[in-house]
């Protein structure tokens, strides 16, 4: 336990200097393989092993979906879409950005993904129309973890396939959280803008001319809307896997792109397709090492040292419950969503099933929590990427984000946490789980 103690600082340390993640997990993996005995060449071959199953390949899948989505004018019709619902009330760019955000992630399953295609067009026409460059900046970085939760998300993948659960049991476990958190971050929206004088609204249309509007728009985005549909209907209604399904999601995609909405070129297509393996290379990278790291620590029984150390310490269930949250949010604000998501498997799972918990029900807490601490400061990923996309200093937007987690995503961490049925009504429904 004390040499993973001092892998964890190291980690710590290394990701507060920004090294990148992989390589600070790479470090970590070498000095706790060598502090307590264990063979890397004994090691490595577990991590490979890992990586190479089938279920994984969901993984640089749904990655590649979600750039070509961006690229091939999917993206734009599900804003248009949604827009002319809701985009001609006061406050309305702000709901058709939150609702956006959850499509996308009923498609690519990926936050960092939606803050790339949603913040570059939505915040820009945001502030255009009046909107605090601040709020529309922090409503961007708040929403884009909805992706976390609609389904199908990539670190709940990671997270299932580590920790050997099944995916889709997990996927269901998000849904009703992530729903709930939509129309919560809606409603704030149009709370925090009530008194905003600056921003313009078109009102000058009638409900005929709006009703026509909506069907143009629905119509011109049928293509898009089909796609959560057909990936979320294969999976449940057993047609085909996650993994095949993520590659169903990415051949919907660019035959979409290319032929139906024309938004590509095959040689746009073909950057699409390296900037989609550049991304993967560097999400396996870290979880490559993480494997390594998970490995050496069940050799070392810690998961069972820590189990028995918080049960001592926490007394009862809720009271561990509580800790646990904190310690996914502190991992949440240091790394990224997938590792975060392998990480509380490994560690966490253990504990969790000595008190009883679903692990199910884990599943859905690991998703809230992380998306919480991946937009919470300090560290906070997807905040700054957000700012980065945005070009807006931190001081703009750090108080509208605060506002948005306080009153709208820590109520929902706790909600999750202390009310399991709301996670495990879907599962339970559906696929028949205890």
């Known amino acids: 336990m004390t040499a993973f103690l001092f892998v964890i600082i190291i980690i710590i340390c290394l990701l507060m200097i920004e090294i990148p993640v992989a390589f600070a997990f790479g470090v970590g993996a070498l000095l706790f393989s060598y502090w307590t005995g264990n063979n890397i060449s004994f090691l490595v071959p577990h991590g490979y092993k890992t990586m190479s199953g089938f279920a994984l390949l969901a993984l640089p899948l749904f990655v590649m979906a979600g750039?070509?989505?961006?690229?091939?004018?999917?993206?734009?019709?599900?804003?248009?879409?949604?827009?002319?619902?809701?985009?001609?009330?006061?406050?309305?760019?702000?709901?058709?950005?939150?609702?956006?955000?959850?499509?996308?992630?009923?498609?690519?399953?990926?936050s960092s993904a939606a803050i790339a295609a949603i913040g570059q067009i939505m915040i820009p026409r945001?502030?255009?129309?009046?909107?605090?460059?601040?709020?529309?900046?922090?409503l961007v970085a708040c929403s884009s973890v909805l992706a976390l939760l609609i389904p199908p998300s990539i670190p709940m993948i990671v997270f299932s396939i580590t920790g050997g659960?099944?995916?889709?049991?997990?996927?269901?476990?998000?849904?009703?959280?992530?729903?709930?958190?939509?129309?919560?971050?809606?409603?704030?929206?149009?709370?925090?803008?009530?008194?905003?004088k600056t921003i313009t609204v078109e009102t000058s249309l009638s409900f005929s001319e709006v009703?026509?509007?909506?069907f143009r728009a629905g119509f011109d985005a049928s293509f898009a809307l089909l796609m959560p549909l057909i990936i979320l209907g294969g999976i449940y209604s057993g047609i085909f896997t996650p993994t095949e399904a993520a590659a169903v999601a990415v051949l919907y995609s660019a035959i979409v792109g290319l032929y139906v909405?024309?938004?590509?070129?095959?040689?746009?297509?073909?950057?699409?397709?390296?900037?989609a393996a550049i991304t993967t290379g560097s999400i396996m990278a870290v979880l490559f090492f993480l494997f390594i790291i998970s490995r050496a620590m069940i050799l070392e029984q810690i998961p069972k040292e820590l189990a028995e150390f918080l049960l001592n310490v926490g007394g009862n269930k809720y009271v561990v419950l509580l800790m646990l949250n904190v310690l996914l949010l502190l991992i949440g604000m240091l790394i990224d969503d997938v590792s975060g998501g392998v990480l509380a498997a490994i560690i966490f799972l253990p504990v969790i099933n000595e008190i009883g918990v679903h692990?199910?029900?884990?599943?859905?807490?690991?998703?809230?929590?992380?998306?919480?601490?991946?937009?919470?400061?300090?560290?906070?990923?997807?905040?700054?990427m957000a700012g980065g996309v945005a070009k807006v200093p931190l001081h703009k937007y750090i108080g509208p984000t605060m506002k948005f987690l306080l009153l709208g995503h820590l109520p929902m961490v706790v909600i999750i946490t202390f009310f399991p049925d709301i996670a495990l009504l879907l599962p339970r429904l559906i696929m028949g789980i205890d």
Not at 80 to 96: D, E, P, Q
Not at 126 to 138: F, I, K, Q, S, V
Not at 262 to 275: A, C, E
């Open 359 to 384: 692990p199910i029900h884990f599943a859905a807490i690991v998703g809230v929590n992380l998306g919480l601490g991946n937009v919470s400061p300090p560290c906070a990923p997807m905040l700054y």
């Open 67 to 110: 750039t070509l989505m961006a690229a091939g004018g999917i993206s734009d019709r599900l804003l248009n879409f949604v827009n002319s619902i809701v985009g001609r009330t006061k406050g309305g760019l702000g709901a058709v950005t939150v609702l956006t955000c959850a499509l996308f992630g009923a498609i690519s399953g990926s």
């Open 261 to 275: 909405y024309k938004g590509m070129t095959y040689r746009s297509m073909f950057r699409q397709f390296v900037q």
């Open 165 to 196: 659960l099944s995916v889709g049991a997990a996927f269901l476990s998000t849904i009703i959280p992530g729903v709930l958190l939509t129309f919560t971050y809606v409603v704030l929206n149009f709370i925090f803008l009530r008194n905003n």
């Open 211 to 214: 009703t026509k509007g909506v």
């Open 126 to 138: 945001m502030t255009r129309e009046g909107y605090p460059e601040g709020h529309a900046t922090a």
